[in-house]
């Protein structure tokens, strides 16, 4: 039997080593992973997209993708035939985002945000404020694989204006009920994980090596 080739995606700005504790039966699935390469000037996130498909060396694939990494293979299912195509606390169109980043998208806010900071770890982790935070940039600081300014700028923008209008009911979409950067209440149709953060790749892997393997095979 011809195994299914599986592709991950990680989230913005974010190497693939977030998935180091996913596990997959290697009987039936292969493992392939993604990573963020810089965009070219004014890129369209469809072409970047399309740049990305390049990437995928296998007929019918399943792509799973987390956060941005689930908006862009979104957008790659719409250039190549896939298997099935899976999101991880990300969102499938427009009316999933909060308010808060609806505001941001209209204001063009975006433009302000100091991303050359978010480059630059040390600084964040010295003045960053309580524990949860520090823990967060902790292990943004792990996992951070692009912090390249001209990326960061690119990859916020291009996540709060995604534009999508209607959700395809054919994306499994799979999130924790303690999302704070996509909040639970905006989200329809998915799979919910009982608490499961922004960062569940992380801390729900034994959630995902249980549920996955039939998740993809149904």
């Given at each position: 039997?011809?195994?299914?080739?599986?592709?991950?995606?990680?989230?913005?700005?974010?190497?693939?080593?977030?998935?180091?504790?996913?596990?997959?039966?290697?009987?039936?699935?292969?493992?392939?992973?993604?990573?963020?390469?810089?965009?070219?000037?004014?890129?369209?996130?469809?072409?970047?997209?399309?740049?990305?498909?390049?990437?995928?060396?296998?007929?019918?694939?399943?792509?799973?993708?987390?956060?941005?990494?689930?908006?862009?293979?979104?957008?790659?299912?719409?250039?190549?035939?896939?298997?099935?195509?899976?999101?991880?606390?990300?969102?499938?169109?427009?009316?999933?985002?909060?308010?808060?980043?609806?505001?941001?998208?209209?204001?063009?806010?975006?433009?302000?945000?100091?991303?050359?900071?978010?480059?630059?770890?040390?600084?964040?982790?010295?003045?960053?404020?309580?524990?949860?935070?520090?823990?967060?940039?902790?292990?943004?600081?792990?996992?951070?694989?692009?912090?390249?300014?001209?990326?960061?700028?690119?990859?916020?923008?291009?996540?709060?204006?995604?534009?999508?209008?209607?959700?395809?009911?054919?994306?499994?979409?799979?999130?924790?009920?303690?999302?704070?950067?996509?909040?639970?209440?905006?989200?329809?149709?998915?799979i919910v994980v009982k608490g499961g953060t922004h960062a569940m790749i992380l801390f729900k892997y034994k959630w995902m090596n249980e549920n996955l393997p039939g998740i993809i095979a149904e």
């Open positions: 039997m011809s195994k299914i080739h599986v592709y991950f995606m990680p989230g913005l700005a974010a190497s693939p080593k977030i998935f180091e504790r996913i596990q997959l039966p290697e009987d039936t699935f292969e493992m392939h992973f993604l990573e963020w390469f810089l965009p070219e000037k004014n890129e369209p996130l469809e072409v970047y997209a399309k740049r990305m498909t390049a990437e995928i060396k296998h007929e019918n694939p399943v792509l799973i993708g987390v956060s941005f990494g689930g908006i862009l293979v979104q957008e790659m299912a719409e250039l190549i035939p896939v298997r099935k195509t899976i999101i991880i606390s990300s969102v499938k169109c427009r009316d999933e985002f909060p308010m808060l980043m609806k505001l941001a998208k209209n204001a063009k806010a975006y433009k302000l945000i100091p991303t050359r900071m978010f480059s630059n770890v040390e600084f964040l982790l010295k003045y960053g404020i309580g524990e949860k935070v520090k823990e967060r940039l902790e292990l943004y600081k792990m996992y951070l694989s692009v912090n390249d300014k001209k990326y960061l700028d690119w990859a916020i923008e291009h996540v709060l204006i995604w534009n999508r209008k209607k959700a395809d009911e054919k994306i499994v979409h799979i999130h924790g009920d303690a999302d704070d950067v996509f909040p639970i209440k905006n989200i329809k149709n998915c």
